[in-house]
């Protein structure tokens, strides 16, 4: 087994995720839908939550907009790690898993590979949010943009990694959607993407510390601090070995006839 | 060895002009005056940081430099003076006889009379800065605040917090000639570049009006809206107009915004977010960068001008009210 094997079976797996990214537009559009909504509506009316105060990375005061749009990133990343790990669920149910499982590449590649891929294709929905929210009059500074891309790069893999953890330990679909809302909505709300920590703690130090403990506020503020072009060093670490941890479990408990075995009973 | 030499030296010369121009333009210092403790701020414009703070008169408020800005004058408003300060050592080098509570004045283009306004007495104090001697004592409107002199030296202008008036006082026989009603507590006063046109703010009135100094006429009042800010709290201050007629800043005050107005027509263009009751602002030397006194959060905004952008905010002493810039 080569190098060029190995790409042209990533390859594969890229090219799979990217048709099935652009068949289905209504992902597409629900995916930034949903993040221009907090955006234009509730970052709107919450203007004043952020209080005034300058935080790390900003430089001076800026507006709730301008506060949400990192958090938001990093939720457009969640939703679309959480939805491909759902597909693989589906995929497990359908049987096209083991279509995958055929090929001769070793498992964790493979599941490593398709991770990367679901990664690639959040970075496509983070850059259109990050257009339309410069059009919305919600600018970072230009280079930016680009120092940000191993961050989403970072964070978008470690949230796969940890759906996959989960689509690794459901049995059904149907369990996986109620998995969803208490994954992904307490993972969201429980972070640094809506209000800095230092808001939270005024509010309960209880539920500061779960957020300071919730690793999604980590890939936030790493997201946060690249968008600004500043290095946030224990976001990071954390990140990274989230992600390691994550990915190991995931696919040492990876069971593919899971499912499968329940259908051809 | 003669081509080697001939061959370095336009390369000397190139990398020196190249370093010239890597030079940031804006390596400038800031004199920051804190009404609260009684202290001047002195901000590098290269690093954007405090590089020293220094001890002046009682409740500072009102700075400014002398023509050659060798000194700056200091309006020590609970002292009851103007301090000198040469700007070589950063030394008080001696008081001028203010008056009662002087909180702004202006210098005429002669860099040797100086306006001060009395809020306490209702005064305008013309102080010799040579001589040290009071010129004379105009009677103004109830609390004076605002003080500008024309370009051309003519006027003196003033305005009175309580009798919402701009005053006009003949520079020649500082005689007291006319009197221009404005909206409610008129804070300051600034006049454009050719000295054709002055714009008074009015803090309650939540207005600034435009004077054409020929008719002493208001010919356009502006008014300012931000989203999502009730308008109670917009409270315009201080006014800055560059010279090339582009722009005029106003200081909104509680509303924590600068409203960037075009001169020409009159539109606001933009809201930029600033600290706490903005205050007062100075332009550096070639007008590319903008600072703002932030009263209640203790800093300056500082805002670059060709992006029309807010990039930093430096912590400054307790309730910073004045700005200066020296290049």
Aim: glycine letters at 6%; aromatic letters at 10%; charged letters at 20%.
């Amino acid at each position: 087994m080569t190098f060029r094997d190995l790409l042209i079976c990533f390859n594969g797996l890229l090219q799979r995720e990217l048709l099935r990214f652009i068949h289905q537009r209504s992902r597409f559009f629900s995916a930034l839908v949903r993040p221009l909504l907090w955006l234009v509506v509730f970052a709107s009316g919450f203007r004043a939550a952020l209080g005034i105060a300058i935080i790390e990375p900003y430089e001076t005061y800026i507006t709730y907009e301008v506060y949400i749009v990192p958090g938001l990133c990093a939720m457009i990343i969640l939703f679309n790690g959480m939805q491909s790990s759902l597909s693989m669920v589906y995929d497990r149910e359908m049987g096209s898993m083991r279509v995958l499982l055929i090929s001769p590449m070793p498992r964790p590649f493979l599941l490593l590979a398709k991770l990367l891929a679901t990664s690639l294709v959040s970075l496509l929905q983070v850059y259109g949010f990050l257009l339309i929210a410069w059009c919305w009059g919600v600018e970072a500074p230009l280079w930016g943009y680009l120092t940000a891309l191993p961050a989403f790069l970072m964070v978008a893999m470690m949230l796969s990694a940890i759906g996959l953890f989960i689509s690794a330990k459901i049995k059904q679909l149907e369990n996986f959607a109620g998995v969803m809302n208490f994954v992904i909505f307490p993972m969201f709300f429980l972070s640094s993407a809506l209000y800095p920590l230092w808001k939270m703690r005024e509010a309960n130090e209880w539920l500061y510390w779960v957020c300071a403990w919730n690793p999604f506020t980590h890939g936030v503020e790493l997201i946060r601090f690249a968008l600004y072009q500043q290095w946030h060093s224990e976001a990071l670490i954390i990140v990274c070995l989230v992600t390691l941890v994550a990915s190991v479990l995931a696919v040492t408990g990876f069971q593919p006839q899971q499912g499968m075995g329940k259908r051809s009973r | 060895m003669k081509t080697v030499k001939s061959t370095l030296k336009p390369l000397a010369a190139a990398v020196l002009s190249g370093a010239l121009l890597s030079t940031p333009a804006w390596a400038e210092t800031a004199y920051v005056s804190n009404e609260k403790d009684d202290t001047l701020s002195i901000i590098d414009l290269d690093t954007m940081e405090v590089t020293a703070t220094l001890d002046v008169g009682e409740r500072p408020r009102g700075i400014i430099f002398n023509r050659d800005r060798t000194k700056l004058y200091i309006c020590a408003s609970d002292s009851d003076t103007v301090q000198i300060m040469d700007l070589k050592d950063h030394t008080i080098i001696g008081e001028l006889p203010s008056g009662e509570d002087p909180e702004q004045f202006a210098l005429h283009p002669d860099d040797r009379r100086l306006y001060i306004a009395n809020e306490d007495d209702a005064l305008v104090t013309v102080v010799d800065t040579v001589t040290f001697e009071v010129l004379a004592q105009v009677d103004v409107g109830v609390e004076p605040e605002g003080m500008a002199v024309s370009p051309d030296g003519k006027w003196a202008l003033s305005t009175s917090e309580t009798t919402n008036m701009v005053h006009w006082i003949d520079t020649e026989t500082h005689e007291l000639v006319d009197n221009t009603l404005v909206d409610q507590r008129p804070r300051h006063v600034e006049f454009n570049q050719q000295g054709d046109i002055v714009w008074v703010s009015a803090e309650i009135g939540g207005t600034v009006s435009v004077i054409d100094v020929d008719s002493r006429q208001i010919t356009r009042k502006l008014t300012f809206n931000i989203k999502g800010i009730h308008p109670d709290k917009v409270q315009p201050v201080g006014v800055k107009l560059t010279d090339d007629g582009r722009y005029a800043f106003v200081a909104l005050g509680p509303a924590n915004h600068i409203a960037v107005v075009d001169a020409k027509t009159y539109e606001v263009l933009d809201y930029l977010l600033v600290g706490r009751r903005v205050w007062h602002m100075d332009f550096n030397s070639d007008q590319s960068m903008l600072l703002t006194t932030n009263g209640i959060s203790g800093d300056v905004s500082v805002i670059d001008i060709d992006d029309m952008k807010v990039i930093k905010s430096i912590k400054v002493g307790r309730y910073p009210w004045g700005v200066r810039i020296k290049p």
